[in-house]
Nanobody
């Protein structure tokens, strides 16, 4: 099993940046993909980005493409989500999720992921 802990959320002004981290522990010796999801107040979950294990392939939802960057430090079992040019529409609870997979990740499908963190809030407001 994997345990995931997110950090890095907070309050930021429009146009600002934040970097979220997702630290994994437990059975990290096997390949696993990681995805970031978010849930804004009164809205459903949205897949934001995901990254595979073997070749670090990345995928993004259209609304964050070019502004967000997902990356991973395999030695530290940590995945990052660098978020730039933030807008109030990015305000949400952000969750990382993981699934054992060597060569792929799936963006936007909550059911594909087996392990979830507790979430971290991002508020974009002036």
């Amino acid at each position: 099993q994997l345990q995931l802990v997110e950090s890095g959320g907070g309050l930021v002004q429009p146009g600002g940046s934040l970097r979220l981290s997702c630290a994994a522990s437990g059975r990290t010796s096997e390949y696993y993909a990681v995805g970031w999801f978010r849930q804004a107040p009164g809205r459903g979950y949205e897949g934001v980005a995901c990254i595979s294990q073997n070749d670090h392939s990345t995928y993004y939802r259209d609304s964050v493409e070019g502004r967000f960057t997902i990356s991973r430090d395999s030695a530290k079992n940590t995945v990052f989500l660098q978020m730039n040019s933030l807008t109030p529409e990015d305000t949400a609870a952000y969750y990382c999720a993981a699934a054992y997979s060597e060569s792929m990740c799936v963006i936007g499908s909550r059911g594909w992921y087996d392990y979830w963190g507790q979430g971290t809030w991002v508020t974009v407001s002036s």
